[in-house]
Nanobody, 118 residues
């Protein structure tokens, strides 16, 4: 069982930066695929970024070049550095994890609110 707890959300202005963190429990965290998703009001949850245990990374086109995902397996954390924030980045951001052999995101955090004012 893995528990995920996000932190770091808040209210910022357009152009500002924010760093989200996700603390994970569980002995197998280092082998898990980790990701960030977000859900804006009235919209479906969408993929933001993912990072494998190998360090392989992918981003949604909407955040590419502005967001950076990273992980620290020694500390069981995954982070999302968000730069040049836009009002359309406003959403609840969720940390998610799954085993390499799973096709579904098994573990989810409770979410952290990010609000970007114009």
């Amino acid at each position: 069982q893995v528990q995920l707890v996000e932190s770091g959300g808040g209210l910022v202005q357009a152009g500002d930066s924010l760093r989200l963190s996700c603390a994970a429990s569980g002995r197998t965290f280092s082998t898990y695929v980790m990701a960030w998703f977000r859900q804006a009001p009235g919209k479906q949850r969408e993929f933001v970024a993912t990072i494998r245990w190998t360090g392989a990374i992918s981003y949604a086109d909407s955040v590419k070049g502005r967001f950076t995902i990273s992980r620290d397996n020694a500390k069981n954390t995954v982070s999302l550095e968000m730069n040049s924030l836009k009002p359309e980045d406003t959403a609840v951001y969720y940390c998610a994890g799954r085993s390499v052999s799973s096709y579904e995101w098994t573990y989810w955090g409770q979410g952290t609110q990010v609000t970007v004012s114009s």
